[in-house]
């Protein structure tokens, strides 16, 4: 270095590429468990939140002046952020993925709880009535007429829920369990390696992109008679 | 609860306050970096979205906007803008902060603006309106709801955001906590959770009433209103 004198010296020239193919073969197997780590605590925190979520808009769509608790509640939530949330659970949990686990769970039930909540509220009071008087009961009335009618709304708030989710997993570096974030931070650390922090920067992109696919696909699936009635 | 008074016992000691790097070197910090991030969105966010929604297109551009920014991690962004020649400090994280406060404040302008009534632009030209009229004194005032509800998520964005460029070298109050979690210092990591939260969330509370006050007509407090929509088309996550 004090010998440089205006030439750039080797040291200083070490490519840094931004992406390097040869970086993800070498390291396809800790990409994996990365990935994996990333797939497992999105699917945990999606079906986690739902199966908490859905209770509580069934509960605040009975009782009217729930309701609007129930929402500034998630505002509320919605409102700390992620760094904040980990933070408050850590003490209780530890440097563990159970951390990660609940902050995330607890954001996608509040995103859920809204779309869930819409959903019910946008079954029009006749069909009920008139499901009501062909003798359902309240689980067939449910089942057969009220979440085929919400679905589109339950569906999109779960993939806004899964989109955000895979974004926030990778704040879970700061218990080190942040899936795909371990490779951004990990290469930040590692002297500024562009090629790690991009394959883990893209990877967190795609894996969004491809469970938002995935859903989609699911959406049209489960509901036949929304592209009879388009086409 | 040991840890609760650890925290509170961090919280009141005023040399934490007051000393370099201390919460409130740190909190002004945080608030210059998100105000500066938030005003470049609002600079370049809401005459795009003005002219999109007055002209009537680009619904397909925004939305599909919105939600691609909604899948790129925050933290991925913040690096990326620190290992380019910008280099790691406060202009790289300004720059990223503002990028993520672009999306929410172009949707909802361009929603604002799209959704006024048609009629109410034709009576404005009959009066005798030019365009730019038409655009500032008729249409601006009706999507101004709208459009507050974009800044306001985007503020709220960008000061929790904020909080991640701690964990890239960045500084902010969310030093405090990536600090004590590298000291194994729960009490200061509570301390800064606290600190944070509340400063995001009182900015909902400040933006929510400026919202509105600037709010013509008949006015309703923005929040704990039922919203029925789906999300996406209006309001973009906040989540950082």
């Avoid at chain 1, 039930?109 to 909540?117: E, P």
């Amino acid at each position: 270095m004090l010998s440089a004198g205006g030439t750039v010296l080797a040291a200083d020239a070490a490519p840094n590429p931004w992406f390097d193919p040869s970086y993800v073969s070498d390291n396809w197997d800790t990409i994996l468990s990365y990935l994996g780590e990333h797939v497992r605590l999105t699917v945990a925190a999606v079906v986690l939140g739902a199966l908490i979520a859905l209770p509580l808009a069934l509960v605040a769509r009975r009782n009217r002046w729930l309701a609007a608790p129930v929402l500034a509640l998630s505002t509320l939530v919605y409102t700390i952020p992620s760094l904040a949330m980990f933070a408050f659970v850590a003490p209780v949990t530890g440097l563990s993925a159970t951390t990660v686990l609940v902050g995330l769970v607890l954001y996608s039930l509040v995103i859920l709880v809204r779309n869930f909540l819409a959903g019910l509220q946008s079954v029009p009071p006749d069909v009920q009535e008139a499901a009501r008087g062909m003798g359902y009961g309240p689980g067939r009335l449910f089942w057969q007429v009220e979440l085929p009618l919400a679905l589109p709304s339950f569906m999109a708030g779960i993939r806004v829920a899964t989109v955000s989710t895979v974004a926030l997993v990778t704040v879970g570096v700061i218990v080190g369990h942040g899936g795909l974030g371990q490779l951004i931070t990990g290469g930040f650390n590692a002297n500024f390696y562009r090629a790690q922090i991009v394959t883990g920067a893209l990877g967190c992109v795609l894996l969004a992109l491809v469970a938002d696919l995935l859903l989609a696909g699911a959406e049209r699936a489960l509901t036949p008679w929304a592209r009879r009635a388009r086409s | 609860m040991n840890l609760l008074q650890e925290a509170v016992s961090y919280l009141n000691d005023p040399f934490n306050w007051s000393r370099p790097n201390g919460i409130l070197d740190l909190g002004a910090q945080h608030l210059r970096i998100s105000l500066i991030a938030v005003l470049a969105a609002m600079a370049i966010g809401i005459p795009v979205g003005a002219l999109l929604g007055h002209v009537g297109r680009g619904g397909g551009f925004t939305v599909a906007l919105s939600n691609i920014s909604r899948a790129v991690p925050t933290l991925a962004l913040l690096t990326v803008f620190a290992v380019t020649p910008i280099g790691f400090g406060p202009t790289a994280t300004t720059i990223a902060l503002a990028l993520f406060a672009l999306p929410p404040v172009l949707t909802n302008t361009y929603v604002g603006f799209r959704g006024v009534d048609r009629d109410v632009v034709e009576a404005a030209r009959a009066m005798g309106m030019g365009e730019r009229q038409v655009l500032v004194r008729a249409e601006l005032p009706l999507a101004v709801p709208l459009l507050m509800t974009g800044v306001r998520t985007a503020a709220v964005q960008v000061v929790a955001t904020a909080t991640l460029a701690a964990l890239v070298a960045g500084g902010g109050l969310g030093r405090i906590i990536t600090l004590g979690f590298r000291q194994q210092d729960y009490g200061a990591v509570l301390a800064g959770a606290i600190l944070v939260a509340a400063l995001a969330v009182l900015t909902e509370l400040l933006l929510s009433a400026l919202s509105w006050a600037v709010t013509p007509g008949p006015r309703r407090l923005p929040l704990g209103r039922v919203r029925t929509r789906r999300p996406e088309a209006a309001e973009v996550a906040a989540a950082a």
